[in-house]
């Protein structure tokens, strides 16, 4: 091979390195990920995860400082994504800690705010052209399937990550079994996303059965639930065309009234005869495992602070005394009742104005089939969220996806982005018409 191959050659491998050493940093510093998670009790493991996740923290904001540099030297506009509404929620906690406790949980709240961060940062970085986006979510989808893979191989022969048999019973690879359910459903989006910027059909159906395999190992029923609505709209023809034309402020809406009937009118719901049988199927009972206690207790609480709540809670006590049942509840298993148990009526409704703000941003955006993946992996997201919380990372999976869905399908991001995919997904989709 000539000089001028051999350049080219590695010129052409550049964009797939840059892809794998983002894919490194974004697995280190995603703040859901619990891989490992017999192996945290490690002291020496805890350090090096701790450590890496901040080398992480600094090697990013240094990264996008130096591109956002760039841009400016050309006079080129910069695409903060999601970023600046992210903050904002933030800001609402920060009120709230501050009229709670002073500048006590102060700290707290900087550690959460910038290690959450990272990964949407690392995401304008790597969405800021249609190469780098193409070849990253490429990388992320394999590595995703290989964590699917080994989450069924180690469940089964756990000798071989532990060195001993061991009964997982709630604990697999990829997390606890409520926490497992985050990575296989991000693995489905990665997956999907994958397949609609150019990937086979084959290896979707590959990627499918092994998430599918996943879902009922798990045998979690928010994790059953998200994965079948996200299936639903993705898959079959006669419910894949309803993301692409339903609006995702409709979507937040509909999201808004399921939370209403949770939280004031869920008893009557879930005892109806349909639902009750539905839930018995998942093994769920009709008080969603103690949840009515939980959320009833919750709204007396939240009713004395309504406007601000508590405060961000670095502690795991969620309701600061027990239940009639003897229970302790760590945390509020809903995202929005969290929400308003720390930051309040003020947080909840910032957290709505940020999704307010992703639905007018993708609303005129060519990137149909784009756009529709991204809707349909918010709502699942958001229905999940319903009877469950991340600990102290609260919003941070819905911002996730909503910044990808700004970066990958807003019409006015990088330079040659938007349109060369919209005419990409247009040309793919004449083809699948012909």
């Not at 017999?38 to 995860?49: D, E, G, K, S």
Request: include cysteine; glycine fraction near 6%.
């Amino acid at each position: 091979m000539n000089e001028t191959g051999q350049k080219s050659n590695k010129k052409a491998q550049l964009p797939v390195l840059i892809a794998c050493m983002a894919a490194v940093m974004y697995f280190i510093s995603d703040p859901t990920l619990e891989w490992a998670y017999p192996m945290y009790a490690n002291y020496r493991i805890q350090t090096m995860v701790w450590l890496s996740r901040r080398a992480v923290l600094i090697l990013v904001y240094f990264a996008f400082a130096g591109y956002c540099f760039h841009l400016r030297k050309k006079q080129m506009k910069i695409n903060f994504g999601i970023l600046p509404f992210y903050l904002l929620l933030y800001g609402g906690y920060l009120l709230a800690s501050i009229l709670n406790s002073g500048t006590e949980q102060f700290v707290h709240w900087l550690d959460v705010v910038l290690m959450s961060s990272v990964p949407l940062l690392l995401f304008c970085l790597m969405l800021s052209s249609e190469e780098s986006a193409r070849q990253f979510v490429r990388v992320l989808s394999v590595c995703y399937l290989v964590l699917l893979v080994l989450n069924i191989l180690f469940y089964y022969f756990p000798q071989l990550y532990l060195g001993e048999a061991k009964d997982w019973r709630e604990d697999f690879f990829l997390g606890s079994k409520n926490r497992a359910g985050w990575p296989v459903m991000m693995g489905l989006f990665f997956g999907a996303l994958d397949y609609r910027l150019g990937n086979s059909k084959w290896e979707l159906g590959i990627f499918l059965l092994f998430s599918v395999v996943n879902v009922f190992l798990i045998h979690s029923a928010m994790t059953l639930i998200g994965a079948f609505v996200f299936l639903l709209f993705t898959l079959f023809p006669l419910f894949r065309k309803i993301p692409e034309k339903t609006d995702l402020a409709l979507i937040v809406v509909l999201i808004l009234l399921l939370f209403c009937m949770l939280m004031w009118f869920q008893q009557p719901v879930t005892t109806s005869k349909p639902v009750a049988a539905l839930l018995e199927m998942m093994g769920k009972d009709p008080g969603l495992s103690e949840r009515d206690v939980l959320w009833g207790t919750a709204r007396e609480i939240i009713a004395e602070k309504p406007f601000f709540g508590y405060g961000l809670q670095e502690s795991s006590a969620f309701i600061p005394h027990t239940n009639p049942y003897g229970t302790t509840y760590h945390h509020g298993h809903n995202e929005m009742v969290q929400t308003l148990y720390e930051g309040g009526v003020l947080t909840l409704g910032l957290a709505v104005l940020m999704l307010f703000y992703t639905a007018a941003k993708i609303r005129r955006s060519e990137n149909k089939t784009v756009a529709a993946v991204c809707k349909t992996g918010l709502f699942s997201f958001l229905v999940m969220l319903q009877s469950d919380f991340i600990p102290y990372f609260s919003w941070y999976m819905v911002a996730f996806l909503a910044n990808c869905a700004i970066l990958l399908a807003e019409d006015s991001g990088g330079s040659s982005f938007p349109g060369l995919l919209a005419d990409r997904f247009r040309e793919r989709e004449f083809k699948t018409e012909r």
